[in-house]
């Protein structure tokens, strides 16, 4: 490590970006939590989305993915600040992102709640951005060092849901403009997110070895088809094939990274 990287560390700079990486997390999660359990100004976020239906939207209890979304990256953003991580710079890199995805995240749901799916939409999209500059800073980190990088978890968690989490406020924002498909049925637009979902999904899992984010899309897109299960049962199997081929992109991933790292070990 050159003697300028010491002596960033050292000054304090570097730290402090990771420490705020910390705080900025825990003030997102309190934040959300608080949104709901107080009643801050605004409506509950349920019930916006239930004033626009669409389509592409996931049965609620999907969201209990967040817990495990938080958990992740507090347990991250606490080992960046380990002792023995301080001379390791992808953390300094992707503090930045993750500052940037956690203030992101809390004012989508400031404008959520105030009714406002076109802001929200524009919020989720930077936040989107932000969140796959970290993917691609950690996943650029375990090719260079041919590392595994467990603590790159969060940030396929992250963008994973996110991305879904977009298409969702996109079919919500432009139902709110009172756009609901035309001149296609709305159910072509659904089967179309879907799709894109699954070819983003398998250029990601491919390309960066990932087997994680497969399986965030797997969990969205299967609770899309159980809300679309009572009212449109085709569309609904859509959206389980949608879930299955994700499925089947983990799977392969998986073994091949296992395949990749037993390897070097059998020569």
């Not at 100004?41 to 209890?61: D, H, I, K």
Request: charged fraction near 10%; glycine fraction near 6%; hydrophobic fraction near 55%.
């Amino acid at each position: 490590m050159s003697p300028g990287i010491e002596r960033g560390y050292r000054s304090g700079s570097l730290w402090f970006a990771r420490a705020l990486a910390l705080l900025s997390t825990l003030g997102n999660v309190g934040f959300n939590i608080a949104s709901e359990r107080l009643r801050l100004p605004g409506e509950s976020l349920v019930v916006v989305t239930n004033r626009y239906p669409t389509l592409f939207r996931p049965a609620n209890y999907a969201f209990a993915i967040w817990s495990v979304i938080y958990l992740a990256t507090i347990a991250y953003a606490l080992y960046a600040l380990l002792p023995g991580q301080r001379r390791v710079r992808i953390h300094d890199r992707i503090a930045p992102w993750l500052i940037a995805t956690n203030v992101f995240e809390s004012l989508w749901v400031l404008a959520f709640r105030q009714d406002e799916p076109l802001v929200a939409l524009g919020v989720i999209l930077a936040a989107l951005l932000s969140a796959s500059m970290m993917y691609v800073e950690a996943n650029a980190f375990v090719e260079q060092r041919n590392s595994k990088f467990a603590a790159r978890v969060p940030f396929s968690l992250t963008l994973g849901w996110l991305s879904l989490a977009t298409m969702s406020n996109a079919s919500i924002a432009l139902v709110s403009l009172g756009w609901f498909g035309a001149p296609f049925a709305e159910g072509f637009w659904l089967v179309a997110l879907l799709v894109l979902a699954v070819v983003l999904t398998g250029y990601i899992a491919l390309n960066f070895s990932d087997g994680l984010l497969p399986l965030v899309v797997a969990w969205g897109t299967s609770a899309i088809a159980l809300t679309n299960l009572p009212r449109a049962p085709s569309l609904a199997w859509a959206a389980m094939l949608a879930a299955f081929v994700c499925l089947l992109f983990a799977i392969r991933q998986v073994f091949a990274n296992a395949h990749r790292t037993l390897r070097p070990a059998r020569r």
